[in-house]
C-alpha cells in the first residue's frame, strides 16, 4: 500500500495528552468565570458567508483570511469571533434580551507568516454585553473584576490590569489644541512603551506639527504616578474629557466592592488600543514578569457593534483572551502547574484472575461513584503493565487477584507514594474518590 | 452606511440562547461520560492538509469536502474525527501509551445537500481505544456499558444498542458456501430493516445466484429470537466463525458486570455496518419510540485504524455520536428537559439605591459562593426590568433599596413560586446557591 506521511501542518496546536488536560483545566476556567458573572456560551459557525464576513474588514486581516468557493457560495472561516457576534446580534436582534450578555470561546483562523508561538488556528476566549441603545457604565466598571477572578482563578499572582479611556484622551487632545490631529497624536501614543517619550515626542513635533510645549505637557500628564489627579485641572472645558473623567472615576470608584485589590489595577493614560473602534474604557493586561508577551487580556467600550448589519445603535463592552497564545506562553515559560494529574483515569484496574467479572464490577462500581476508571486486561507481563501506569502517570493501581476476590478486598497502589494498601471492595470508589479529589486541588499555573 | 443582510448559511446550527445552554448541558453529560471511563480529550485541527486527509478517502466523501488552498497549501476541513485521529496515532505513535483511549466532540465538515435536519457543520463525538498490534476482547465488550451508561445520563430510557460480529457474518457466509459472494449478500443484509425479508431473498438468489434453501436459511438464522442458540449448530466449522462467536459470548457475558441491564442490548445478526473497515463487534443504538431516526450511537472494531500513513499495525475500537444530529431530533421530538434553567444567571440583582456599592459587593459574594449573578443597572422603570427578568428565564431577582441596605438584608424572589423574602446579606448567596443546585438536578433529556 501506498502510504502517506502523516503531519500537521505548521501553525496549528496539536498537543500531546498530558498538555490536552493542561488545556482543558485552562479553559474550563475560563468557562466557569464567566459563567459566574452572568454570561450565557454561544457557538456560531466557523463558516460564514465571506460577504457577511467581510463587510467590515479590509488591509492586513482580508489578506490573512481563509477564503474559497464551495459550489456558487463564496465563504471565509471567521477570523475573530466579534464579527459573528455582530452578525448574531444583529440577525436575532428581536429573539434576545439586552443587555446582552454572551461568552465564546472558539477557534479562529488566520493565515499569518507561520512563526514560533503565531498560530493559524487558536482559541480566542471572548466576553462581550450588548445594549439596545445604551449600556450602563457600571458594565464598564464590572470588566476588571472578570479579568482579576478568571487569571486569579487560573492561578496567576502577578499581572496587571491597565485602563484608560477614550474620551479622556480625545477630550485631552481637544482642550490642548490637538483636536485635527488626534488620530495621529493617538497612533503616537500607542508607540510611548515602545520607543520611550523622547522619540513620541520628536514624532509630535518634527511629523505632526505639535508645538513643543504641547508635546511636552502632554507627555508630562501621560506619564504622571497619579493620573486621575494629574487630570483634574482640565475639568468644565470639554464635555467629552468631562464624561470620560466621570467614566474613569466610577470605574475606579466600584473596583473594591468587586474584589478588585488595587495592586492588581491601574489607570495609565498611554493606552489607546488601536484606533477607531473604541469609545469609552479600554483594558489591557500583563503579566509583570513576562511584558514582553504584550497584554494577555484587552478589549474595551465601544459605540456600535454591529453597523454593518443593522441600523440599530448598539453599544457594548468587551474582552478578549488569546487562549492558544495564552497557553503556549505559560508552558514556555514553565508556569503550569505539573503537580496536577493529567492522566486520563483516577484508577488502573489489572485484574489478575481468569474471570474478568470481579473486576469488570470493580470498574462500574468506581465509575459509578464518580471515579475514573481503565480496565487494563492486555495479555503483558506484569512489569509492562506497571510501566505503562507509570507512563500514563495514573495516581492509583488496583491488583485484583484471587486472593483479594475471595476476600472482598482489593489492592490499591498509590504511585506517588509507592504504599500499597488492601481496601474492601465496596468502600474503595470512596477511598479513591476522597484521595482523586485531593490531587486536584490546584491552580492550573503555579507562580 | 451601506449594509449587509446578516444571516448565517443553511446547513450550520446556529442556537439562541436558551437552546444552546440545552445544547452544553448535552455536550457535558457525553464529556463527563467518556473521561469516567477512561478516556483522554483530545483536540486536532479542523484543517489538514487534503493530502493527509483524503489519503483514504473517495467517492461521495471526497464530493463533500471543502477543500480549497491557501498561498501554495491544498487544504481540507475535517470531514470525520477519525481520520484525524489516525493521522495523529501515527504522527505521535512513540509519545503514545497503549492502549490509547481518547474522545474527541469537535466539529467536523461535509457539504451535503441542504435539507431540513442534515447539516453542513457538524459536532461529532467519538471514542477510540486503539492497541499497539493487539487489543484485548474486553475493550469491546465495554462499549456496550460506555453507550448504556452516556444515553442513561442524557435522561433517555427506551433505547436499545443491538451488536453483531463481523466475523460471526462473514464465518457463516463461508459456512453456507457463500464466501465468494460476501460482500453482495453482506450489503444486501444490511437492507433487511428497510426493505424485509423477501426483498432481501429475492435480490439474493435473483441478482447475486445465491441458491433459494440457503437464502431461506441465511435469512432465518439472522431472524431468529435467540441468535446465540442459532449460532450453535454451525460451530466447529469455521475458525473465523468460532472466533467470532466467542467474541460475541464475551461481549454479552460482561454485560452485566459493566451495568448494561439486558432489556437495553440485544444481539442482532442482521446488522453489518458498512463493508470494509470493520472486522469485529459492530454497535448501533436505536431509540425505540423512534426509529426513523436511524442509529444515534454506531461504530465497531477495525483491524487497521492508521494503515495509509503507517506500516504499524493498529487495531481498535470506537464509536461515534452525531451530536448536532442526536441534539437537532431530540429538539424536534420535545425531549429537551424544560424544566432546567437555561437562564445564563442565577440571580439578577436590581439595585435601588444611588450608591451601587451594596450591589456590587453583593453580587461579588454571590460569585465567591458559586453563585452565577449579574446586575441590571439600566435605568429603566420597575416593569421594563422585571419584564428582563422574565424573558431571560432567570430563577431569582435580588432587590436591594434603602431599606434593605439599612437592615443588612436583600429581598429574594422567586420567580418561579412569586414568594418573596427577606435574607440577611451575609447569608443570602448560600441561601441562593442551595435552592440553584436544587433547580439544577435532573437530566437534560426528559423522557
Redesign the interface.
Known sequence: ?E???????SG??????PQ??R??RVKAVLEETY???????????????S??LL?KAGGETEKQI?R????D?D?SLRFDLTVPL???V???HN???F?F??YQIG?V?R?ERAQRGRF??FYQADIDVI?DG???I??E??IP?IIY?TFTTLGLKRFRIRVNNRKVLNGLFAVLGLEDKAEDVMRTIDKLEKIGPEKVAAILTEDFGVESNTAKRLLEILATGDPLAALEPFQGKNQLFDKGVEELNTVVR?LG???VPADHFAVDLTIARGLDYYTGTVYETVLLDHPEVGSVCSGGRYDNL??????KQLPGVGISIGLTRLFYVLQEQEMLNEELPTA??DVLILPMTED??PA??F??AC??A?V????????KKFKAKMN?AD??GVPFVAFLGEDEVHSGVVSLKDMRSGEQEKVSLSSAPKWLKERVAALNIGAPVKE
Open positions: 500500500m502510504r502517506v506521511k502523516a503531519r500537521t501542518l496549528f496546536m496539536e498537543l500531546l495528552p490536552q488536560a488545556f482543558e459563567s459566574r458573572y452572568g454570561f450565557t456560551p454561544l457557538d456560531t459557525p466557523v463558516i460564514e458567508a460577504e457577511v463587510a481563509y474559497f468557493t464551495k459550489g457560495s465563504l455582530a452578525k448574531y444583529a440577525l436575532h429573539e434576545l434580551s443587555p450578555r454572551r477557534k483562523y493565515g493559524r488556528e445594549g445604551a449600556l450602563d457600571i458594565n466598571a464590572e473584576a477572578q466600584y466592592d468587586f474584589g454591529a453597523e454593518y448589519y443593522t441600523e486520563p483515569t474478568l467479572s469488570v464490577a470498574a462500574t465509575r459509578g464518580g475514573r476508571a481503565q480496565l487494563y486486561t492486555e495479555p505503562y507512563r500514563i
